[in-house]
């Protein structure tokens, strides 16, 4: 059976090398969490233990400048999640990172939650994880959101207002009030992975305030009472190599500022595109 996967699915989501690296133990120790030891169903019994897909289509509109004003975007159908589930396992996957948009899924900072199209993003998550595989639930919004993208009815409209986290409208508090609120809804699915903030970059914070937020809302998270992996992103795109060669506005470089990060089940989310595949320092 052929079915129809939007171009930008089909980009192997290379992040999923967090499971090898930067991942810490309660005991400070480096290292997989025992949860993490344990194989998961459907990997391979050599070679790379997670393999998956990006799945594109509910975060169309944002893109690296953030929101552009894009109409179109998609939240699987049925049928169109039955398809790609059997297609995924057919191809060994046992991973899917799935894109959200912060302005869709939230009209208005620390408002309510789009009701429509957080029931499409739930019922994505229960087949999928259903049927075996690891959720990532990505947050794609390069540290910006959008306001005023929707009215009152919750119809996208012209006119919107971009901000960018740290510029003193868009907050750490603000972020932390969406990931509370989605960690209400999937706290208690053991498959799925939380992805913070896809590929921040360019806002005045230094490293050190970037982290110092950053560690403010894994620290609020954990308040609901989850234990699920926490992907924590840097400051430049969270591509492999800007960990260790790049800090926004002074302050250490992210590699050593992300050490005052603590908890008890978290990964670095490193980033790599397939134009060099064979470099660690491939960036498209």
């Known amino acids: 059976m052929k079915i129809k996967i939007p171009i930008r699915a089909m980009i192997l989501?290379?992040?999923?090398?967090?499971?090898?690296?930067?991942?810490?133990?309660?005991?400070?120790?480096q290292g997989a969490t025992q949860d993490l030891i344990k194989r998961p169903p459907g990997a391979y019994p050599k070679g790379v233990m997670w393999r998956g897909i990006n799945r594109a289509g509910m975060e169309y509109g944002d893109d690296w400048n953030g929101w552009n004003g894009q109409t179109y975007f998609e939240i699987p159908a049925h049928d169109a999640i039955t398809a790609e589930i059997a297609y995924y396992k057919a191809k060994g996957m046992n991973v899917v990172?799935?894109?959200?948009?912060?302005e869709r899924l939230q009209p208005e900072l620390n408002g309510p939650l789009s009701a429509a199209y957080t029931n499409g993003m739930m019922s994505f998550i229960t087949r999928f994880t259903?049927?075996?595989?690891?959720?990532?639930?990505d947050l794609h919004a390069y540290?910006?959101?959008a306001q005023k993208t929707h009215n009152v009815a919750g119809?996208?409209?012209?006119?919107?207002?971009?901000?960018t986290l740290g510029d003193g409208t868009l907050t750490f508090a603000n972020l932390s009030d969406v990931w509370v609120k989605l960690t209400k809804l999937v706290k208690k699915n053991p498959r799925v992975i939380l992805g913070l903030m896809n590929e921040p970059h360019d806002f005045p914070l230094k490293s050190t305030e970037w982290f110092a937020g950053i560690h403010e809302i894994v620290k609020a998270i954990r308040k609901e009472g989850t234990t699920?992996?926490?992907?924590?992103?840097n400051t430049r795109g969270s591509d492999v190599t800007h960990w260790n060669t790049y800090a926004p506005n002074g302050g250490p470089l992210d590699s050593?500022?992300?050490l005052a990060i603590t908890d008890s089940n978290y990964a670095y989310d490193m980033h790599a595109y397939l134009d060099k595949p064979?470099?660690?320092e491939a960036y498209a």
């Open 256 to 258: 050593v500022a992300a």
């Open 278 to 280: 064979q470099s660690p």
């Open 130 to 137: 259903d049927a075996g595989f690891q959720v990532l639930l």
């Open 228 to 233: 699920q992996l926490i992907l924590i992103p």
């Open 13 to 29: 989501c290379v992040a999923m090398i967090f499971t090898c690296i930067g991942i810490h133990a309660a005991d400070g120790k």
């Open 143 to 145: 540290a910006r959101y």
């Open 155 to 163: 119809k996208q409209v012209p006119g919107y207002t971009q901000r």
């Open 97 to 102: 990172r799935l894109p959200i948009s912060w």
